[in-house]
């Protein structure tokens, strides 16, 4: 079955960095797109960034532009999120997903568990 395992959360003081790993299994990961996103208590979920199929190609939400980076490597099949400058409103559960078509619009079709990340001295 399809897994897709997160890790690289904590605790860390803000400005630091903290970098994400999302491992997969199950699926032919070099055909997916692949996103972050986070959840922070009594939010909606929100995407952060999503990285194409190669890797060439990248977008981020406002919240994540400057500070966060998605990179993804297809021969160990997991995709990354390097976060710097951490800000306590980063504060959130961060969640991987393997994006699939639906009519012409790119949703989540799998997610990971998440990993917590939070920010404080």
């Known amino acids: 079955q399809v897994q897709l395992v997160e890790s690289g959360g904590g605790l860390v003081q803000p400005g630091g960095s903290l970098r994400l790993s999302c491992a997969t299994s199950g699926l032919i990961f070099s055909g997916y797109a692949m996103s972050w996103y986070r959840q922070a208590p009594g939010k909606e979920r929100e995407s952060l960034a999503t990285v194409t199929t190669t890797g060439t190609g990248t977008n981020y939400a406002d919240s994540a532009k400057g500070r966060f980076t998605i990179s993804r490597d297809n021969a160990k099949n997991t995709v990354y999120l390097q976060m710097n400058s951490l800000k306590p409103e980063d504060t959130a559960v961060y969640y991987c997903?393997?994006?699939?078509?639906?009519?012409?619009?790119?949703?989540?079709?799998?997610w990971g568990q998440g990993t917590q990340v939070t920010v404080s001295s």
């Open positions: 997903a393997a994006l699939v078509r639906r009519s012409s619009t790119l949703v989540p079709g799998y």
